[in-house]
């Protein structure tokens, strides 16, 4: 099975890969692309902003970005946001919310086999 072909597939479904290594980005190189994604971010490109806190791992930036799509009701990408954020206290919420979802449909989808 070849991933690279199954994830090119992919690209244009607004997916994204978790790896565990970040790329190597020295210090200088980090803070200014921070800088530019804060810029971006400001002036409402959100997803080019999205896209440079992502690469750098700015945890702010990542939240931040996870704010703007819980207050466009995009909760599941918000959640994606805190989560790689790390920002728990934020992605604890939606989690909660998600669990009362798929509780309530199980039960609902249980007592509907018995009528």
Known sequence: MDVKKIF?????????IKVTAKPAIEGTQKAALNRKGNLLFNSGDIEGARRI???TGYSDGLSRVGDYYQSKGRSLDALKMYWLAPNRGKAEPILEKLSLVIST????????HNE
């Not at 449909?105 to 509907?112: A, E, K, T």
Request: hydrophobic content about 25%.
């Open 53 to 55: 806190f992502l690469t």
């Open 105 to 112: 449909l199980i039960r609902d989808d249980g007592s509907d």
């Open 8 to 16: 090119e597939k992919q690209k244009d479904q607004n997916t994204f």
